[in-house]
């Protein structure tokens, strides 16, 4: 076992040079090869997903945004709505309130004139009634007189019977 120093060193140099060379060579070619397409890769991936969780980011401020701004939306249309409901039912008490008293004008009025009617047709009814009893005392006096009383004296009698009666009938009202 005797070897030669000088030849394993050199042959140890050699192969290690060698093998020191084809290590470089392939680190060179992983490195160009593998690693510089793998490194763009994962930076582009990168990119891509700040890029995305960016947009997500952003596409959620505008969710919260919007659904604010929808809340406030609803909020403002729902004290609208409750304005508008009391407004509606003011104006509809406003309304029943006004046909009331159209109604109770109304029906005074018609009392009013139904009461001038009838004391229209009782004055009326009065007038025949003393008419007709005036018409009936001359037929009785004339029959007790036992003749027939002329027109003039008809009528003439028929006018003061009217006006006893009348007068009559004035201080029975006071």
């Known amino acids: 076992m005797h070897l030669e120093w000088g030849k394993v060193v ?10 020191l060379v ?3 060579i392939l680190l060179y070619l992983l490195k160009r090869l593998l690693f510089k397409p793998a490194i763009e890769y994962l930076d582009r991936r990168r990119e891509q997903v700040a890029t995305r969780m960016e947009t997500t980011r952003k596409n959620e401020e505008q969710a919260k945004k ?18 508008i409901v009391e407004a509606a039912r ?9 046909g009331k008293d159209g109604a109770k004008k109304e ?44 027109l003039e004296d008809h ?17 029975m009202k006071l």
């Open 22 to 24: 084809n290590f470089a």
């Open 107 to 150: 029906a005074k009025h018609i009392l009013e004139n139904a009461r001038a009617q009838i004391d229209q047709e009782q004055a009326e009814t009065e007038h025949e009634l003393r008419r007709s009893y005036a018409e009936i005392a001359v037929l009785g006096a004339s029959r007790v007189l036992g003749r027939e009383v002329n």
């Open 66 to 83: 919007l659904v604010a701004e929808r809340t406030e939306a609803l909020q403002t249309a729902y004290k609208q709505s409750r304005h």
């Open 10 to 19: 050199t042959s140890l140099n050699w192969t290690f040079v060698f093998t």
């Open 155 to 171: 009528r003439r009698l028929l006018d003061d019977l009217l006006s006893e009666l009348e007068e009559d009938t004035l201080r």
């Open 90 to 98: 003011v104006q509809a008490e406003e309304i029943i309130g006004q």
